[in-house]
């Protein structure tokens, strides 16, 4: 019997204090999070230099001095309460927002979290006016003092969380905050170049970024920011199209990482962490990259303000496109365009690619459709909007544990229960006969090679069109053969023509390719062509099979997902009877015998040593 008793208590309004501290919550996570939300101001005032000044790792003192408009004197004390901005003043306004901030509660948030102080003065005015809470709980009483400060606003952040134990329990070692203070500027930095930053920590210099507006002053902020390797052998993006722009630096093929760290991304100026846009980046790499290993890029990519919503999280790194399917394959397009250009004149400087996106008018309604569908199917190959993780990102240990219990009651074919995924493309099960291990790579090339095969043979090869073509570069003599070879080129279901001396334009390719390099199998294709004038079908799709990888989801696939793949391999390859030198290409079963071989040197040096 439920002996507790429920106690209920009034419903009552929460302070103004208390509702900013709870709000706080969300916006302020940390120092650094003060930093970013007190530099966007600043860039919304439109300061053209910005001092961060930071003690302790922002746990002592953080200020932010800029040269921007200022906020008149009887402003000044609005601006620190919440709901209250000059940015935005109906809801029209919310559907295509300019500005970095809008929902009026950061100052708000952090006065109610701080000792805080804002000095500030607009042009017109003869002196500054000074506001801070320190000593005083309800901060909104708290009248303005005259103060000597040039146009602009200066705004100094002291004891952070010193009244929220709780969060600041939460905080790390100052050196650990600074860092994230830093990555803070960093990001705004590689994206405002027009704007001057100085960045100092303990009273020394960290960063000193002068203006930047020419590219070869902006290449020289990201070197000093990122690595100079990246920028040695950065491809520069500048691609133009009717609704999209985007500019920046990307590495190719000879530069990557063993983590995602250099990814800037950002969308009108604003970082972005969003979901649509890191598939169409790693579509294009993982074809070129080795798995495990990341590309870096800073990109900004331009769209109508009314083109994206910005309100969806209070930290506004998230964003949602109207027309999610078009920025994809812009984005895809502009990356795989420029990395098959490596050689021509986009390293540096860059040239204008002019390309029509109204070939595309299609109503939101049909694309916002067609985009949910593409998201549930292509992105994520899931029923629900679940994207793929990142390649590489292992399970944690939860997650393998429930995902293990689940397989229990899975059924058991030749091929064995699956007991997990290992990187980079190993599939593991177990079966009657022991421990087998799934190529997973030379499976999928092998399924592709058999249907293609098979499509090719019927006449009925299945052909994806691209939104956007792809261009390729290559040798002017490989590219004029092309008229010599379309035959064989359109029956295996590609659709390449001559657009330049050196370029070619391929408009569709077999779908049984789509987790490839275009451009590597069409160099492929006309080099073999070339070497061997009659070489056919029969021959060239076994070899351009060999470059099919692996989709971008197989991290995110649970073991049910996994056990669905297995069956399907069971049943193309072990009911049509693959030959075993071939299936030893493809798995193998490791007996309980040789598992306990592998561990014989172990056991006896263990025996030796007790
Ligand atoms: N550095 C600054 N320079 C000029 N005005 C500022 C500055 N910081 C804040 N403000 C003013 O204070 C208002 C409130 O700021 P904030 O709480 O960050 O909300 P938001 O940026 O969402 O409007 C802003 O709308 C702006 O008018
Ligand atoms: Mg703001």
Avoid at 176 to 204: C, G, M, P, W, Y
Avoid at 244 to 262: A, F
Avoid at 481 to 488: A, K, M, N, P
Avoid at 603 to 610: N, Q
Wanted: charged content about 20%; overall charge neutral; proline content about 3%.
């Amino acid at each position: 019997m439920n002996t507790v008793e429920l106690t209920r208590s009034p419903i009552r309004q929460l302070s103004a204090q208390l509702a900013n501290q709870i709000a706080a919550g969300e916006v302020v996570e940390r120092p650094a999070s003060v930093v970013k939300e007190l530099i966007e101001n600043s860039l919304d005032a439109g300061a053209t230099c910005i001092e961060i000044d930071i003690q302790k790792g922002g746990l002592q003192l953080i200020k932010i001095r800029d040269d921007g408009h200022g906020i008149p004197e009887q402003e000044i004390t609005l601006a620190v309460q919440a709901h209250c901005t000059s940015k935005i003043a109906s809801f029209d306004d919310l559907t295509a927002i300019e500005s970095m901030g809008f929902r009026g509660e950061a100052l708000a948030s952090i006065v109610s979290i701080s000792h805080f102080e804002i000095t500030s003065r607009t042009e017109s005015q003869e002196m500054a006016w000074q506001w801070s809470n320190t000593g005083i709980n309800n901060s909104e009483d708290n009248a303005l003092t005259p103060a000597s400060h040039p146009t602009g606003t200066s705004i100094v952040v002291r004891d952070i969380f010193y009244n929220t134990i709780a969060r600041r329990k939460f905080l790390r070692s100052e050196r650990t905050e600074f860092r994230h203070i830093e990555d803070v500027v960093k990001r705004i930095a590689l994206s405002r170049f027009e704007i001057e930053f100085v960045l100092k920590h303990n009273q020394r210099v960290v960063h000193r970024l002068p203006r930047a507006l020419t590219t070869d002053l902006k290449t020289k902020r990201v070197a000093k920011l990122l690595d100079k390797r990246f920028v040695q052998q950065a491809l520069r993006v500048s691609y133009q199209a009717s609704q999209l722009s985007m500019t920046g630096w990307l590495s190719n093929k000879d530069y990557s990482r063993g983590q995602t760290d250099m990814q800037y991304f950002y969308v009108n100026g604003r970082i972005v962490k969003d979901k649509v846009i890191s598939h169409a980046l790693r579509q294009v790499y993982q074809a070129i990259l080795p798995p495990g290993r990341f590309p870096s890029y800073v990109l900004n990519l331009q769209i109508d303000p009314q083109q994206v919503d910005v309100n969806v999280h209070p930290t506004k790194h998230e964003v949602r496109f109207r027309q999610m399917r078009l920025v994809h394959d812009f984005v895809n397009h502009v990356i795989q365009d420029s990395l098959n250009k490596t050689n021509s004149n986009h390293r540096y400087g860059g040239d204008a690619f002019v390309f029509d996106t109204e070939e595309q008018a299609v109503t939101e309604h049909q694309i916002n459709k067609h985009a949910m569908a593409e998201a549930s199917s292509r992105y994520s190959g899931r029923a629900h909007n679940h994207y793929p993780l990142a390649r590489n990102k292992p399970a944690s240990s939860a997650e393998f544990y429930t995902q293990k219990t689940h397989s229990t009651s899975l059924p058991q074919g030749l091929l064995g229960t699956v007991v997990g995924f290992c990187q980079p493309y190993y599939l593991l099960s177990q079966s009657q006969q022991g421990l087998v291990i799934i190529h997973l790579l030379r499976v999928a090339q092998h399924q592709a090679e058999q249907q293609w095969l098979q499509q090719v043979d019927s006449q009925s090869v299945e052909v994806k069109p691209f939104v956007f073509p792809v261009s390729i570069e290559l040798d002017a003599q490989l590219c004029e053969s092309i008229d010599c070879h379309q035959d064989t080129i359109q029956t295996l279901g590609f659709d390449l023509s001559l657009q330049a001396k050196n370029i070619l334009v391929l408009r569709a390719a077999p779908t049984v390719l789509q987790h490839c390099s275009y451009e590597a199998v069409i160099r492929q294709l006309l080099i073999s062509l070339n070497l061997e004038e009659t070489m056919g079908w029969e021959t060239l799709v076994p070899l351009l099979s060999r470059f099919v990888q692996l989709g971008t989801h197989s991290e995110s696939k649970t073991l049910s997902e996994w056990q669905q793949h297995l069956n399907d391999i069971e049943k193309t390859f072990v009911n049509l009877c693959v030959d075993a030198p071939y299936k030893n290409k493809l798995w193998r079963v490791l007996g309980v015998a040789e598992v306990n071989k592998l561990f014989q040197a172990n056991v006896s040096a263990k025996l030796v040593d007790e």
